[in-house]
């Protein structure tokens, strides 16, 4: 457990769902925890006791990437641990692989509907769907335009957009759209739909004022800092603005809620975790302000000073996005300027060193 961990409290202990069961967490609300072949080993989902349109189920909150293991562990769930009622709707936090790949398969089972923003929706299409050479040209100069030359990195970077249709296959050809402040009633409780930026494009949290309970996704996590990057599909994004705004609403729901990650132990302490996630990135940004004082640096010497470990090719990818979020919130809040060239560069205003 590391230091900010113990000002958490981990409410339901040390214990772990198996694969293939469920861990009661709330009146109606189950824990489910499956494998993922990442240095980020596993992801919580959550199953939901509900009814709708007149039929007894279940809702699914978030549904694993598309690999044998998780169908295997779905099946395994439907046959013994769902009290033989079917699963009435699929719910999906945001679009990356480990949350959204199953959903397909999810829906064609149960034939029941998928609910998610429509940003994500529609930005999963696109991403599933072969890239346009062109846009994978596009990504290698992104990374180039940010000063990186390794040809480890680069190649990786080619790959990243069959690596997500290899995880999320298809998508149902159909949604219910999920936006923030709707009221969705699952079974006996209202859950308020919280809308997250910086992370993914439409990050969707449930909370349950009756329960005090919240479906945190990926927005609020206890061991590990969201990822938070700038990608080349949206090369001036301000990513990690929108995510500590976003954080600001989290922050005005109760204290003590109990947060449910999608990685991680659930846990009491959302306001406590807050202040650290935003200490942790007021750091990061200390850190790039002294180690630049004067000239410029690329996006690739900024991770230098964020990342001190060594990095292999998917890495690099996700240390040279986030560096370039801390780069980018710098620049756009007028502190730093971009000077455009071969590659990209950025030095502290002259006005702002004086202070
Ligand atoms: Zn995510």
Redesign the pocket.
């Known amino acids: 457990m590391n230091a900010d961990e113990k000002e958490l409290d981990y409410c339901l202990g040390e214990h772990l769902p198996t694969p293939g069961t469920r861990t009661e967490v709330a009146p109606g609300v189950f824990w489910l925890r499956m494998v993922l072949p990442f240095a980020l080993d596993h992801i919580n989902l959550w199953l939901l006791r509900d009814r709708y349109e007149g039929r007894e189920g279940w809702a699914i909150v978030d549904c694993c990437l598309d690999q044998d293991s998780s169908r295997e562990q779905w099946q395994q769930l439907f046959d013994t641990g769902l009290e033989g009622l079917p699963v009435l709707r699929v719910f999906v936090t945001?679009l990356?692989p480990d949350?959204l790949g199953l959903a397909h398969w999810l829906c064609d089972y149960w034939n029941v509907p998928l609910w998610i923003s429509a940003t994500d929706y529609h930005t999963a299409h696109s991403l599933i769907h072969p890239s346009h050479p062109q846009h994978r040209d596009q990504a290698v100069t992104f990374m180039q335009s940010h000063g990186i030359t390794n040809t480890d990195v680069l190649n990786a970077v080619t790959q990243r957009d069959f690596q997500f249709s290899h995880m999320v296959p298809a998508l149902p050809a159909q949604y219910v759209r999920l936006y923030d402040g709707l009221s969705v009633t699952i079974g006996d409780h209202i859950w308020t739909c919280i809308s997250g930026y910086g992370?993914?494009p439409e990050h969707i949290a449930l909370y349950c004022p009756t329960m005090n309970v919240l479906i945190t996704g990926?927005m609020v996590l206890p061991r590990i800092s969201t990822n938070i990057s700038v990608y080349h599909s949206e090369p001036l994004a301000n990513p990690l603005q929108l995510f500590l705004d976003s954080l600001k609403k989290f922050n005005a729901l109760p204290a003590d809620c109990l947060c449910l990650p999608s990685h991680g132990k659930p846990f009491r302490g959302l306001h406590i975790r807050i202040t650290q996630l935003n200490l942790h990135h007021q750091d990061r940004l200390q850190d790039l302000r002294q180690a630049f004082t004067h000239g410029e640096m690329s996006a690739a010497e900024a991770m230098g000073v964020l990342f001190k470990r060594e990095l292999d090719g998917h890495q690099t990818i996700f240390a040279l996005g986030e560096s370039l979020a801390h780069l980018h919130l710098l620049w756009w809040r007028g502190e730093w300027e971009r000077v455009a060239g071969k590659v990209i560069r950025f030095k502290p205003i002259a006005a702002t060193l004086a202070h």
């Open positions: 945001h990356h949350h992370h993914a990926d």
